[in-house]
């Protein structure tokens, strides 16, 4: 893949991904926990970002499968608060992801009082994703062509740009910051990086970032 | 058949355009259909409305049948059961009966293709000739697999695990004695065809009077078989609960062989359960009554599904994406279609629908927002254009092992 930035322009990618079934199921936190441990990567990144892409207009966002799963199919409260309220923005590596999920089942399954099974048929099935990043016809060379673009442009190429781009570059930030950065919008590239897309919706997230550029830019 | 391009109104440029660039990503390569009937029955359906669209977009998608008699039909039903959960014995002259076939379709058939897409287990046999004909090989499951019985699946599994992948339609269908990749294809509707597309007040106003229901009042609606598996009895007594305090209608539609005894003894039970009540419409539709279909979703204030199983349930798709909100029982797969409180309700039981009705019938802004979020959720999921886009991208992993793809 081409870098998003040629120059001093932008170039705008999208994605689009085909899901794969792992054939592994967790009725009860118990399976939940074994299974997180042994997935691939892949999968936890599925469980805790695809969620979002399903369900963009849904708000409140139901931040990752885990924690949606244990409070309103397991009916499990407290613990699927605690899975929830995971700060997915702070981890750029998926296995330090997994890392926090692991230790908040582990100290639940030592203390519970008691076990839990969900009802037949509402298992968790673990999945996993394939991946296709290709370019767009769009190139942002100045901020007007950017918020144009950005008002068009698939909820797919935001996804990318925002959600990925921290995990492939490994990143606090995202592409835009990055490029808004390189341009010279050092204020512009802060608040963006500041944004926190796992709680707000796809569509959500553009009026923002529009928003931001439209104070900043 | 509608053009690819008209879908672009409703699901936008840049979607059909990423269906143009991914099919471009499969020039030069063929890619064969099989299955086992060009006419009725829901795969011959799905892949009458897919190959031309796939054709359209720019790849070689060719589709083609094998051939077989009364008997070898007969046992690919009683497997087609079994893989329903339904205990069946099928004998080894059967299972030996059924491979003969299959190897005598792979001398007789053109065998042509970069990709070999073999729908359903019929002609699951051809695989075993992948050596000499090449290519990718993909087995592609319409139906449940919930519950498979162990001889039908360990006979299946041999052959499907000589496939590169094989695909599913739910998430709890796949299985973990499969060691091909497996990959996970939602059904779809087509937002164009005559159940789902656009309708004129003035044309629902018309059916609505064809069946005499009142347009002023509150209409239930569920649309299913007379099948016990749809649980139309229960609707009734949903429909009782909630008469009590709001004054509503009925609607019980759907249509089923006249030769099926136990769907004309349900009609009957159904007849019997509503006798006297006259807000209460069992329609009993011929084929091809899409378009009653479709007004009767739109004219109503709710859809339920009560299914006691369920296999998809494209029910519950179609009336989301009328904006409708929708009660549906969570089996099958409509938890993937509904979010409970967010794009529609879950329920369980009798009381627990005819709670949430009455909660929707008194409160129709939240219901409202219900049907609001419904549509937005199947129109980024399960119309034909994901299920176009989930083929080319299948196709294309074919020729790509790594989880990140990038296409330059």
């Known amino acids: 893949m081409k870098d998003v930035q040629d120059g001093n322009s932008f170039r705008f990618y999208t994605q689009l991904y085909i899901v794969r079934l792992l054939g592994i199921k967790a009725r009860n936190p118990e399976e939940l926990l074994k299974a997180i441990k042994k997935v691939p990567p892949s999968s936890i990144y599925y469980h805790t970002h695809k969620f979002l892409q399903q369900h963009l207009y849904l708000s409140p966002e139901p931040p990752n499968d885990f924690g949606f799963w244990v409070s309103n199919v397991l009916n499990l409260k407290k613990l699927g608060e605690a899975i929830t309220s995971i700060d997915t923005i702070s981890f750029n590596d998926l296995e330090d992801l997994r890392e926090e999920f692991v230790n908040i089942l582990d100290e639940y399954e030592r203390n519970k009082e008691f076990s839990v099974n969900c009802p037949e048929g509402q298992e968790l099935h673990f999945m996993s994703c394939k991946t296709f990043v290709f370019p767009t016809k769009y190139v942002a060379r100045n901020l007007d062509e950017f918020k144009k673009i950005v008002k068009k442009i698939s909820i797919n190429s935001l996804y990318f740009h925002i ?29 963006i990086t500041k944004l926190d897309p796992y709680t707000i919706t796809l569509e959500g997230l553009r009026e923002k970032i529009l928003a931001l550029t439209e104070r900043y830019g | 058949m509608a053009d690819i391009r008209d879908y ?3 699901v936008g440029h840049d979607r059909i355009d990423e269906l143009y660039f991914l099919a471009e990503q499969l020039k030069g390569k063929s890619i064969l259909n099989i299955n086992s009937t060009a006419v009725g029955g829901g795969v011959a359906e799905i892949l009458s409305r897919m190959i031309p669209l796939l054709k359209q977009v720019g790849t070689n998608a060719k589709w083609d049948v094998i051939k077989g008699d009364d008997r070898f039909f007969s046992i690919s039903k009683k497997m087609h059961n079994a893989l329903h959960g339904v205990q069946i014995d099928i004998s080894e002259e059967e299972y030996e009966y059924f491979i003969e076939i299959n190897r005598r379709n792979c001398e007789e058939m053109n065998l042509e293709g970069d990709i070999f897409f073999i729908h359903d287990p ?12 090449k290519g990718k090989w993909v087995w592609r499951c319409h ?25 599913f339609s739910a998430p709890a269908f796949a299985r973990n004695e499969i060691r091909v990749p497996q990959y996970l294809i939602s059904p779809s509707i087509d937002p164009l065809s005559d159940k789902n597309r656009e309708l004129p007040t003035e044309a629902i106003n018309t059916i609505l009077e064809k069946f005499k229901i009142d347009e002023k009042r509150p209409i239930v ?30 609607v019980l539609a759907g249509g089923g062989a006249t030769d099926d005894p136990e769907g004309m003894k349900v009609l009957n039970e159904v007849k019997e359960a509503s006798y006297g009540d006259t807000d209460i419409h069992i329609l009993f539709l011929t084929p091809g009554s899409d378009i009653e279909i479709n007004a009767l979703q ?10 006691l199983r369920e296999g998809f349930g494209l029910t519950v798709a179609e009336a989301l994406w009328k904006g409708k909100p929708v009660i549906a029982s969570a089996v099958g797969g409509i938890p993937l279609q509904i979010t409970h409180k967010y794009s529609g309700i879950l329920t369980y039981s009798i009381d627990g629908t005819s709670h949430f009705l009455k909660e929707l019938l008194n409160n129709t802004d939240y219901a409202k927002r219900l049907g609001e ?12 254009t994901r299920h176009l886009r989930d083929y080319l991208l299948l196709f294309l992993s074919m020729f790509y092992q790594e989880d990140t793809v990038f296409l330059d």
């Open chain 2, 122 to 133: 019929q002609p699951v046999i051809l695989v075993e000739r992948r050596k000499k004909l």
């Open chain 2, 373 to 384: 979020n419904g549509r937005e959720h199947i129109k980024s999921n399960f119309l034909i």
């Open chain 2, 221 to 250: 609606t569920q649309i299913s078989r007379f099948d016990y598996l749809k649980d139309p009895l229960g609707v009734i007594k949903v429909y009782k609960k909630v008469k009590k305090y709001i004054d509503c209608q009925l």
């Open chain 2, 298 to 307: 739109r004219a109503s204030s709710v859809v339920l599904q009560k299914s």
């Open chain 1, 163 to 191: 959600f990925e781009a921290r995990l492939r570059k490994k990143i606090q930030g995202n592409d835009f910051s990055l490029w808004f950065e390189k341009i010279g919008k050092h204020v512009l590239a802060k608040e």
């Open chain 2, 8 to 10: 672009s109104r409703i």
């Open chain 2, 143 to 167: 139906i449940d697999f919930t519950t498979p019985q162990k001889d039908v699946m360990r006979f299946l599994k041999n052959y499907i695990n000589k496939y590169d992948a094989s695909v």
